[in-house]
């Protein structure tokens, strides 16, 4: 039973930084795709990043291209979400989720996630 606990949030100021995490268990990482999600107030859930097999495998949102970035850390099972110069418009919740099917050229849409953390709150206000 594969689970996923998101860390990292909260508030931060315009143009600072935070990193999420995203804490894989009851499986191998190895074997998932990990996606970025976020839900703004009164917004549809968006993708934001992925990550496949390889760092070379990852995809970001053109919202988050230049400013976010993916990668894996296998020996803590864990994958982090490292967020720069943040916007007031990156105010959300952040979801993790992992992909069995998207090792090789993962995506962002959400129907390809079938195993969903709970979220965490990130803030970007002055």
């Known amino acids: 039973q594969l689970q996923l606990v998101e860390s990292g949030g909260g508030l931060v100021q315009p143009g600072g930084s935070l990193r999420l995490s995203c804490v894989v268990s009851?499986?191998?990482?190895?074997?998932?795709?990990i996606g970025w999600f976020r839900q703004a107030p009164g917004k549809e859930r968006e993708g934001v990043s992925c990550?496949?097999?390889?760092?070379?495998?990852?995809f970001h949102a053109d919202s988050v291209k230049g400013r976010f970035a993916i990668y894996r850390d296998r020996a803590k099972n864990t994958v982090y979400l490292q967020m720069s110069n943040l916007k007031p418009e990156d105010t959300a919740v952040y979801y993790c989720?992992?992909?069995?099917?998207?090792?090789?050229?993962?995506?962002?849409?959400?129907?390809?996630?079938?195993?969903w953390g709970r979220g965490i709150q990130v803030t970007v206000s002055s």
């Open positions: 989720a992992g992909d069995p099917k998207g090792l090789t050229s993962c995506h962002i849409w959400k129907s390809w996630y079938d195993i």
């Open positions: 009851g499986g191998a990482l190895d074997y998932y795709a």
């Open positions: 990550i496949g097999d390889s760092a070379h495998n990852t």
